[in-house]
């Protein structure tokens, strides 16, 4: 009894000592995770409206020009870090700048070596702005925002399909506080031109085009049986057998080959006899006249 009795008490003691360890290490994981945290918009670290004025992000092209001091010009790409590398000055962070101000800190940089320095950028292509959209259409995916993009057109070029809701459109701007949803009925807009709900789409936006009925009956029925198919589909792989085919026939005094009795050989898994099949004979001229 009293052996039984210390072993409870040693682990009753060791609980006590490692509850507050076990608590400290979940307190550090969930400051961890705050940190980590989306607390603006879609998440991006550059954000803005490129409706209203361009901005620079990942991946983005453009040129620099010095009519007057060529040796200024080239073309830069925005690394991931967000900073170019110009030849004559040390690097630069530019992701987030409109052109306006990309132009105003270049030329300020490079009157650094030369007073009458004025640069003028030009934006080459765009590789950092998209937006989203999925549901029932034809090309559901990510899309490249180009601009001047309504609602109504990025629904039309996605396509959609006879399984959508095309009365219960949504677009959604993420927001990890407040969302915005705005419902389009984009029937009503192709058949009678009620455009009030054909708002303007912003990079990042998600495009949402639900599925009617028949569509949830079918989504069930594919999500019902897919596991049954891919079954069966493994199964059939696992037991499809393909058989080389090789013809042969008589040789004449020409040495060509004769093509009035031509025999098929099919070789058959191993464990089997070799199964010769007579065919009818045939025409040479249909063969070439071999």
Not at 1 to 23: H, I, V
Not at 32 to 45: D, E, H, P, S, T
Not at 89 to 103: H, K, N, P, R, S
Not at 266 to 272: F, K, N, T
């Amino acid at each position: 009894m009293r052996r039984g009795t210390t072993l409870r008490a040693a682990r009753l003691s060791l609980s006590a000592l490692c509850l507050p360890l076990l608590a400290a290490c979940v307190t550090t994981d969930d400051a961890r995770v705050q940190q980590l945290l989306n607390q603006r918009g879609f998440g991006a670290r550059y954000v803005g409206d490129t409706n209203e004025q361009y901005y620079l992000g990942i991946g983005d092209q453009f040129s620099v020009e010095d009519e007057q001091h060529p040796e200024f010009n080239e073309l830069f790409r925005v690394r991931p870090d967000g900073v170019i590398d110009p030849k004559n000055l040390d690097e630069i962070f530019v992701a987030g700048l409109t052109m306006a101000d990309v132009q105003e800190t270049l030329t300020r940089r490079y009157r650094e070596f030369n007073t009458t320095a004025q640069i003028n950028a030009t934006l080459i292509a765009s590789a950092s702005k998209w937006y989203y959209i999925d549901g029932e259409v034809a090309a559901a995916g990510r899309k490249p925002f180009e601009g001047d993009t309504t609602l109504f057109r990025a629904v039309f070029d996605s396509a959609p399909t006879l399984l959508s809701d095309d009365d219960a459109v949504q677009l959604i701007r993420p927001d990890p506080y407040h969302p915005l949803v705005v419902e389009f009925d984009y029937d009503d807009m192709l058949e009678g031109g009620w455009s009030l709900a054909n708002v303007e789409v912003r990079e990042n936006d998600i495009i949402f085009v639900p599925p009617n009925v028949f569509g949830y009956i079918t989504n069930f029925m594919v999500m019902l049986f897919s596991p049954v198919a891919v079954i069966t589909d493994a199964l059939f792989s696992a037991h499809r057998l393909v058989y080389p085919i090789d013809t042969f026939g008589d040789t004449n005094r020409f040495g060509n080959r004769n093509n009035r009795n031509r025999f098929t050989r099919m070789s058959l898994p191993s464990g089997r006899e070799d199964l010769t099949l007579a065919l009818a004979p045939l025409d040479p001229a249909a063969l070439g006249g071999r």
